[in-house]
């Protein structure tokens, strides 16, 4: 008796072990029912972010820091909260880039500054530093270009001049000002 009563709890654990692993191998292979992400919403966010891009070379080509990274994967865009683009190439005069909002798309090759927006280029041996003021700027990080479609404040060295739009090119260090082309210049001392 006490043979068989063994044996009928080896057949009932066997049993059990087998039919939880047939219902354990159904439910892994059954595609899980993801619910959609809302449109709009960020998949992830990411706080006190520093995002670095390097060259084939390996060389470090600019710096984004910013407060708060959120990342948008159903158009792949991330916005910023408070970001720093700093430029780190050697031959070049150093810029750097801040504002309250940013949204950086096509997969990093533009990001739209907003509000409160600050581009500096360090000074040169034969230029003074360059300081412009907007609010609203397109940077082109891999090629350092810049452009705003509305009022900017120029400053470099005692010159201050306000237009209704700008482009800037860092690499050839060429500054266009458009529309409404008001300045002052500091006399030049004899």
Same mark, same amino acid.
Do not use: C
């Given at each position: 008796?006490? =043979? ?11 049993? +059990? @072990?087998? +039919? ?10 059954? /595609?899980?029912?993801?619910? /959609? *992400?809302?449109?709009?919403?960020? =998949?992830?966010? @990411? =706080?006190?972010?520093?995002?670095? $891009? ?8 600019? !710096? ?21 683009? @700093?430029?780190? $190439?050697? #031959? ?7 504002? %309250? ?5 096509? *997969?990093?090759? %533009? ?14 041996? =034969? ?18 270009q810049f452009a705003s ?13 306000? &237009? ?7 690499? !050839?260090? @060429?500054?266009?000002?458009?529309? #409404?082309?008001? &300045?002052?210049?500091? /006399?030049?001392?004899?």
């Amino acid at each position: 008796m006490r =043979d068989r009563l063994s044996m009928l709890i080896a057949v009932l654990l066997l049993a +059990v @072990v087998t +039919v939880t692993s047939y219902w354990y191998s159904r439910e892994m292979r059954r /595609p899980t029912s993801r619910t /959609p *992400a809302t449109p709009g919403t960020p =998949d992830f966010i @990411v =706080d006190r972010v520093v995002l670095t $891009q390097f060259d084939d070379h390996g060389q470090a080509r600019y !710096k984004l820091f910013a407060e708060q990274l959120s990342y948008f994967n159903e158009n792949d865009d991330i916005d910023l909260t408070r970001p720093r683009l @700093v430029s780190l $190439q050697p #031959d070049q005069p150093q810029v750097q880039a801040t504002s %309250r909002q940013a949204r950086v798309t096509h *997969a990093g090759e %533009r990001v739209l500054m907003q509000g409160e927006v600050l581009l500096q280029r360090t000074a040169t041996t =034969d230029r003074p530093a360059l300081a412009i003021r907007t609010e609203r700027l397109t940077a082109v990080p891999d090629v350092e270009q810049f452009a705003s479609d509305l009022p900017v404040l120029i400053e470099q060295g005692d010159m201050r001049l306000a &237009g209704a739009a700008m482009d800037y090119d860092n690499l !050839k260090r @060429v500054l266009t000002v458009d529309g #409404d082309l008001r &300045g002052e210049m500091a /006399p030049t001392r004899r």
